[in-house]
């Protein structure tokens, strides 16, 4: 019985190990030539002369500002309307509450594409009609579009968790609804709306397939950016700048995995 036991183990322990050297050897691959002197795959001395390059081009650099600005300002707005639209959705009732939860949870499930092309439609005609052109303010709005269910989908568990009775009690101390609204629930959700907050961040950061389509012809973000510069001859450039990004997401998820400890913690002090 314990043969078997070690023999499982062993095997779980290889099989993960295999997962993880599929998903991450080709991002190291990547990390470690972004540091090459040379512009091709033999390695010809360590440099960092591809992110100072990187840093000195302006294009690059007026694309990375542009979806920083998007990924902040989408994430704000995202996290504000979804935690809204999760304690509108936790008054309803039974089988109002499971269609619209339901509804809600449809862009997440949608591709991309699909989500993208809507977007351009709609935009397209709205264009028409108001007579404006794609550009930052449209893509602003797709972000935000697509980062509103996150939002709610991390805000929902802690709703159905939080205790009724602690805001029926701020206002039997003396708080107006507002006061217990923000020192009661929003202190409650928080965790889930800061999970909402980062993810996103994140996911608007990422973005490429409904940036591509609500861009119109002049705004450049950063995806878009690398996608033209695969056109032409890819400069190792890209290499650098895909290791900040992996750098800047993964940073971001361990920001995320110590906060839900942390509320572990804290929840199994209490308990």
Request: aromatic residues 12%; hydrophobic residues 50%; proline residues 3%.
């Amino acid at each position: 019985m314990k043969n078997t036991k070690q023999k499982s183990g062993i095997l779980s322990k290889v099989y993960i190990a295999i997962i993880m050297l599929f998903l991450y050897a080709p991002i190291a691959v990547l990390i470690f030539y972004s540091f090459n002197v040379g512009k091709t795959t033999v390695w010809k001395g360590f440099s960092l002369k591809w992110y100072e390059q990187l840093f000195k081009d302006d294009n690059i650099m007026n694309a990375l500002g542009n979806t920083l600005i998007i990924a902040v300002l989408a994430s704000i707005f995202a996290t504000i309307l979804g935690t809204a639209a999760a304690i509108g959705i936790s008054n309803f009732r039974g089988k109002k509450r499971l269609i619209i939860q339901n509804v809600s949870n449809i862009p997440i499930i949608s591709p991309d594409i699909v989500t993208g092309v809507s977007l351009m439609l709609l935009f397209t005609f709205l264009g028409v009609m108001f007579n404006f052109e794609m550009g930052f303010f449209t893509v602003l709005l797709s972000h935000i579009c697509f980062c509103v269910p996150f939002v709610v989908l991390s805000v929902m568990p802690r709703i159905t968790r939080m205790d009724q009775s602690i805001y029926d009690a701020a206002l039997d101390l003396g708080c107006n609804q507002w006061q217990a609204f923000y020192k009661v629930v929003i202190h409650e959700l928080m965790p889930g709306i800061f999970s909402g907050l980062l993810m996103s961040f994140t996911y608007s950061l990422d973005d490429f397939i409904i940036t591509y389509f609500t861009r119109g012809a002049k705004f450049q973000n950063l995806s878009i950016e690398i996608y033209s510069m695969t056109h032409r001859k890819i400069s190792p450039k890209i290499n650098a700048l895909s290791a900040l990004l992996f750098l800047a997401v993964l940073v971001i998820m361990i920001i995320i995995n110590l906060h839900d400890r942390h509320e572990e913690k804290i929840k199994a002090q209490k308990t």
